[in-house]
């Protein structure tokens, strides 16, 4: 089993920034890549960004250029920079065994409110 514990959410004017960390504990046995997604209310999770434990990145063509995901040990963690409202939404860390499959696992998801 894999704990992912998030903070770092919060509230914030358009244009400003804000930091998400991931902390993960537990067996990764399997798990080769980390992950941010976001859900608005009333619909489905979205990828924001993904990493695999070997460093490779992608992204959402939505945030890509302004959020920057990164990860230390078992931490994974999500710069935004550049907020818009449309930001606004309940945000995931994630844990996959690679970069394209279902997560196996979640967080409790931490809220980003961006007003204008």
């Known amino acids: 089993q894999v704990q992912l514990v998030e903070s770092g959410g919060g509230s914030v004017e358009a244009g400003g920034s804000l930091r998400l960390s991931c902390v993960a504990s537990g067996s990764m046995f399997g798990i080769n890549a980390m992950g941010w997604f976001r859900q608005y209310p009333g619909k489905q999770r979205e990828l924001v960004a993904r990493?695999?434990?070997?460093?490779s990145t992608i992204y959402s063509d939505s945030v890509k250029g302004r959020f920057t995901i990164s990860q230390d040990k078992n931490t994974v963690y999500l710069q935004m920079d550049s907020l818009k409202p449309e930001d606004t939404a309940v945000y995931y860390c994630a844990a996959a065994a690679a970069m394209v499959t279902t997560p196996r696992y979640w967080g409790q998801g931490t809220q980003v409110t961006v007003s204008s």
């Open positions: 990493i695999t434990m070997s460093g």
